[in-house]
């Protein structure tokens, strides 16, 4: 495989984005949006964009970061390898399997049924072991060390904060008139592609970009208080998929300069977003992936009654629904 760009010269700006959305287009679903009134959630009137990125290929949005890393830098015989609590390890999984690359998926022990099964149906090799994100990437950094695999991380690397970013493109085209776009904070990686999509460039006065963390792993907002990335707890409902250990140092750098606010919700809060968006739409999230819109239904981000809000819905891997009837 040909040489391609060093991660440190793609540049957080909005152009990288543009240029990265190109590259990707051909393996990346373009996800819907479904505009609904807030009143259908039991909130005061007003209109409200949900952007289905749950709908994306592997079930989240982390696949847009996974072809991203995969297609612009250069990859080593032994393949990739990744650590994650489950989407992540989904998307490299797949994106590997499309492309035809050997991968590695490190896991914890709380990884979800739904993430293991689709990581091991993509065909990659899977090690589950720990009990947190952070023991499954040790053991991950183990394995690199030893065979030379590239290294896929799950949100601090220039390409996997600008492929997620894409799907802060898509969703200022089909939303043009939201002013804030609500997205979780995880280790900061589709929060901080979002922020670098639409607020880096030429962009419409008074947008937002809100970050919403699970009280239990206030990543992000722990590191603000701190100045910098520091660790924070990581017990949440949302666990594999929102709970890193500590937020990273690109995406809080991102985020430090162009994130308006952070706010802090509940797993009451999520799980009630989780049930409403199954029995409003007949939407399937798993917490994680609804976390952005839990913070409307409680009340934690409040908007103006005309203020057009946008949500990313950003991950499905779950078991929520049964459907053996």
Known sequence: MPAQPHAAAVPLIQQSVIAIEARIRPYVRL???????????GLPPGPLTLKLELMQHSGSFKVRGAFTNLLLR?????????????NHGAAVAYAASVLGIPARIFVPEVSSPAKISRIRGYGADLVIRGETYS??????QEWIAASGALPVPAFDQPETILGAGTAGLELRRQAPEATTILAAV????????IATAVMTGIGPPGLRVVGVEPEGAPTLTAALAAGGPVDAATGSVAVDSLAPR??????FSVASRHVHSVVLVSDEAIRSAQLLLWERLR????????AALAALISGRYEPGPDQPVAVVLSGANTTAVDFSL
């Open 246 to 251: 500590r937020v990273g140092e690109l995406t």
């Open 74 to 86: 250069e990859i080593p015989d032994a393949g990739v390898a990744a650590a994650s609590g489950g």
């Open 186 to 193: 995880g280790g900061g990686g589709l929060l901080s592609g």
């Open 283 to 290: 939407v399937v999230a798993e917490p994680g992936g609804c």
């Open 31 to 41: 996800t819907p949006v479904v505009t609904v009134d807030r009143a259908e959630f």
């Open 135 to 140: 023991d499954a990437l040790a053991v991950s």
